[in-house]
Structures are given as C-alpha cells and as structure tokens.
C-alpha cells in the first residue's frame, strides 16, 4: 500500500509539472545536450560515494567499529543502486544495515551507524539551507521563501537535538516501544557528536558532499545552456535536496522535480528548462548507481576479512 502511495505522487506530481511546461522547450533543450559537462557531472557524484565511504569510517571508529576501507565503499554504493531503485531515497540505508549485519556486526551498531551518518548528511543540509538565507532572500524579494526555508529547517535541526536527549526522558516515558529503540541512537549519537574529531569531519565532509551535489547540477545545468551561476546553485540546490529527502515518493522522483522547478524559478530559469536539469540529475544518479547494482549481484557471502581494521 505504502509503495503504491509513493508511486502514485511520483506519478502525480511529475505529470502536473509536464502538463504546466512547454514540452517543445523540453525537447529542443535535451536535444542541445553538450556530453562534457554532463559527464564531468556523472564523475563528480560517483566520485562522492568514496567521499561518503571515507566519512562513514569516523562514525564506526566513534563507536568502536571498524570495517575496511574497501567493505564501506562497496557497501556505499551498494546502498547508492538501492537508494534509486527502492521506493524512497533511504531505501539503500536498510540494506546497507543489513550488509553490515550479514558480514557478522551487530544488529544496534551497524544501524547507529547508518542512522547518524544519514543524519549527520541532513544536520550540514539544513545548516546550509540557513546559511544560505541571505542569499536566498536577495532571489526572493516577497520573503515568502525564506520564511517557509528558516522555518522548516529550525524545526528539522530541533528535532535532530531532540533525537540527541531522547535516552534522557524519564522512565515512564522512555518505556514507550519507539522511543525505547532510538535511546541506543541517541547515546550513541552524541559519542559521535562529542568526539570532536569525528563530529567535525562528520559535519565537515557531509558540507562538502552537498556543496559537491550542487556544482554537479550546475554541469548539468551548463551542459543544456540554461543561464544559472554556481553560486545560484549552492543557495537552491540544498533546498532541493531536502525536499527530495522526504519519504513520500520513489527515490524522489516528482518531489525533486517540483522543488527544483519551484527553486530554480527564483532566479528566472523556466520550468521546462528546469525540469530538464532535474530529469537529467535524476539519470544521472541511476546511472552512478549502477555499479552498486553489478557490486549487490556479485556479492558473496563475507569473510572474516570484511572486519579488518582501517588502515
């Protein structure tokens, strides 16, 4: 049911977007393709699991878990394939868990790990979409943006400092089944934020994922003609990137392409123009995901090697 919810905004929302844009300007604009650029932004985002990879080893190390280099970035990209073929971007987070869980990790940790890397990636998103207010407020001159932007990301970082504080409920709460599962994430979470080593590279290497996504849709951007800076990019692409994030829809296909017509039309981009770049970051992604797909057929089952320390 849930799948068929998903498939059905999907669905929804990408025909609305095709039935208000010129499907002629949609056409001339994928006709016009220029490979280079489109390429250069297909190696950037592959080139970003490895990053991932890297960032994830300082929040097993936080939790006393190692796995080789080699094991994380195939299970990175294992993750990535799933992220775009499940019906919803987190889809890759539940097998990555179960990966860990099949090479012999235990079942609490190897999910902590998954959950405060995903959300170490979403604190640096809405701490970017903050950041980029006064930017943003310079694109939308009637505020409206901007308060709706400050608005969603306060709440979303309030929550994620609750989720920090949730083992510190009192005990008549805290038996309630939820909040009982995620007081392990929550002491575990701040192990993570608290080691001010690998909370700042956490932080750190989540900022310049994000800031790497949005220079990938500028290539893409570049690549169909379409008159948007770089700079434009970094303020509205991590918007773009919160609103894909939300569960509601397969691997975010028609929500990414809403926010991104609805963002890109600040700076005066035309929707078709702007529904192309995203069709075009949504094939694109497919494609990066691809070898996590030849990577989950090839998979055997693990060696004691899989648990090797980093070196």
């Not at 090479?103 to 890397?117: H, T, W």
């Not at 709706?148 to 979303?156: E, H, M, N, Q, R």
């Not at 123009?273 to 995203?278: Q, T």
Request: glycine share 8%; with cysteine.
């Amino acid at each position: 049911m849930a799948f068929a919810i998903k498939v059905l905004v999907s669905t929804a929302v990408l025909s609305w977007i095709a039935y208000g844009i010129d499907l002629e300007s949609l056409s001339r604009s994928l006709q016009h393709i220029q490979p280079l650029p489109l390429i250069a932004a297909g190696l950037l985002l592959s080139a970003l699991t490895f990053l991932q990879a890297w960032r994830w080893g300082f929040v097993l190390r936080a939790l006393n878990t190692e796995l080789s280099w080699l094991a994380r970035v195939i299970n990175c990209f294992i993750g990535q394939f799933f992220n775009q073929t499940l019906p919803s971007t987190i889809g890759g987070d539940a097998i990555r868990i179960w990966l860990l869980n099949r090479a012999g990790f235990a079942l609490r940790p190897s999910a902590n790990s998954v959950f405060i890397d995903r959300l170490g990636a979403l604190f640096a998103l809405l701490l970017l979409s903050l950041l980029g207010l006064p930017w943003l407020g310079d694109m939308d001159p009637d505020g409206a943006a901007v308060v709706t932007v400050a608005g969603a990301a306060s709440i979303g970082l309030c929550a994620m400092a609750g989720i920090l504080v949730l083992d510190w409920l009192p005990p008549f709460l805290s038996r309630a089944r939820i909040i009982a599962s995620i007081a392990t994430l929550s002491t575990d979470g701040r192990r993570v934020v608290f080691k001010t080593r690998a909370g700042f590279i956490v932080l750190a290497a989540s900022i310049v994922l994000h800031l790497c996504v949005a220079a990938a849709v500028w290539m893409i951007a570049y690549s169909l003609q379409v008159d948007v800076t770089l700079g434009q990019c970094l303020v509205l692409v991590p918007l773009v990137m919160v609103a894909s994030a939300i569960p509601i829809s397969v691997a975010g296909w028609g929500v990414r392409e809403g926010a991104m017509v609805a963002a890109l039309g600040l700076v005066g981009v035309a929707h078709a123009e702007a529904f192309a770049i995203s069709l075009l970051l949504g094939l694109t992604l497919i494609v990066v995901g691809l070898p996590g797909g030849l990577l989950w057929l090839r998979s055997r089952p693990p060696s004691d090697q899989t648990k090797s320390a980093i070196s």
